[in-house]
């Protein structure tokens, strides 16, 4: 029952700190006639000032009840130089994805943008993706809650089991704001659904092979600066690059789903599969 709840508690606290965090950014828009980079930072500084304090003080109780804490916890600071690994591992799989959509002839690149063109609007967008999205749903879900399934699951099922509550949180934020009256933020869809799926599968498989949840929240804040600069052209109003596809969406596709999500999904698994090997031997 005790694991229930706290994965109940985990679950609502990654879930309400969401729609808080979009509730605030409408309110300080609509009210004090916000920009978008204040709006966006705003929802980011409520979602890490909720989600981050009671994730933390959950772990604690969690390592009560269970009479096992780890000599280093998985977001110890100790590591965060993983969290260079899982940002240069996106960067590299989005890069090679690049070079084989080009020379299957599926984008064409027509300029590479020097950097003031693009360099501040990246720069803070980190700060407001580190904020909003990576730090505090990498804590919540591929740290406490996947934490806590494993304690009561076997590991392949307490990945998938995540992945489904992952995919429950935007769903159920959308679903409340949509009964409050507010825009939903994000566009439910099949594809949607599919790559936060994947993506959640990706995410935890690179912090069990690392052991360490900076890996996680360095590819996840790697993806979305790469989506967003790179991949979508002008999403910002700034773009690194400039391409055409010869067929709309390929280039898109083929980069961020097939390269960036699904390739980390793979160099996990074969990381994964190496390490049990030697373990055997």
């Given at each position: 029952?005790?694991?229930?709840?706290?994965?109940?508690?985990?679950?609502?606290?990654?879930?309400?700190?969401?729609?808080?965090?979009?509730?605030?950014?409408?309110?300080?828009?609509?009210?004090?006639?916000?920009?978008?980079?204040?709006?966006?930072?705003?929802?980011?500084?409520?979602?890490?000032?909720?989600?981050?304090?009671?994730?933390?003080?959950?772990?604690?109780?969690?390592?009560?009840?269970?009479?096992i804490?780890?000599?280093?916890?998985?977001?110890?600071?100790?590591?965060?130089?993983?969290?260079?690994?899982?940002?240069?591992?996106?960067?590299g799989?989005?890069?090679?994805?690049?070079?084989?959509?080009?020379?299957?002839?599926?984008i064409?690149?027509?300029?590479?943008?020097?950097?003031?063109?693009?360099?501040?609007?990246?720069?803070?967008?980190?700060?407001?993706?580190?904020?909003?999205?990576?730090?505090?749903?990498?804590?919540?879900?591929?740290?406490?809650?996947?934490?806590?399934?494993?304690?009561r699951?076997?590991?392949?099922?307490?990945?998938?089991?995540?992945?489904?509550?992952?995919?429950?949180?935007?769903?159920?934020?959308?679903?409340?704001?949509?009964?409050?009256?507010?825009?939903?933020?994000?566009?439910?869809?099949?594809?949607?659904?599919?790559?936060?799926?994947?993506?959640?599968?990706?995410?935890?498989?690179?912090?069990?092979w690392?052991?360490?949840?900076?890996?996680?929240?360095?590819?996840?804040?790697?993806?979305?600066?790469?989506?967003?600069?790179?991949?979508?052209?002008?999403?910002?109003?700034?773009?690194?690059?400039?391409?055409?596809?010869?067929?709309?969406g390929?280039?898109?596709?083929?980069?961020?789903?097939?390269?960036?999500?699904?390739?980390?999904?793979?160099?996990?698994?074969?990381?994964?599969g190496?390490?049990?090997?030697?373990?055997?031997?």
């Amino acid at each position: 029952m005790r694991w229930g709840v706290l994965l109940i508690a985990g679950w609502a606290t990654i879930t309400g700190g969401l729609f808080l965090g979009s509730l605030t950014g409408t309110v300080v828009a609509e009210q004090f006639g916000f920009t978008r980079n204040y709006r966006l930072l705003t929802q980011g500084l409520v979602m890490t000032g909720v989600v981050v304090p009671i994730i933390l003080c959950l772990y604690q109780y969690f390592y009560r009840i269970t009479g096992i804490k780890p000599k280093k916890a998985m977001y110890n600071w100790k590591k965060t130089y993983h969290f260079f690994t899982g940002l240069l591992l996106a960067i590299g799989l989005a890069f090679l994805g690049i070079f084989l959509a080009t020379s299957f002839g599926w984008i064409s690149i027509e300029k590479w943008h020097t950097p003031d063109q693009w360099l501040m609007a990246l720069l803070v967008n980190i700060g407001i993706a580190f904020l909003y999205e990576a730090l505090p749903e990498e804590l919540a879900l591929r740290g406490f809650l996947f934490d806590v399934l494993r304690h009561r699951f076997a590991t392949w099922a307490a990945v998938l089991l995540q992945t489904l509550l992952f995919l429950s949180v935007p769903l159920t934020t959308t679903l409340l704001q949509v009964l409050i009256g507010l825009a939903p933020g994000n566009n439910i869809n099949g594809g949607y659904i599919m790559l936060i799926l994947l993506f959640g599968i990706c995410l935890q498989l690179l912090r069990l092979w690392t052991g360490s949840l900076w890996t996680a929240i360095g590819f996840h804040l790697g993806y979305l600066e790469i989506t967003r600069f790179v991949v979508n052209n002008n999403y910002y109003g700034s773009s690194i690059l400039s391409y055409q596809e010869s067929f709309p969406g390929l280039g898109v596709l083929f980069i961020s789903l097939g390269m960036i999500v699904v390739g980390g999904i793979v160099v996990s698994l074969f990381i994964l599969g190496m390490k049990r090997l030697l373990q055997k031997n």
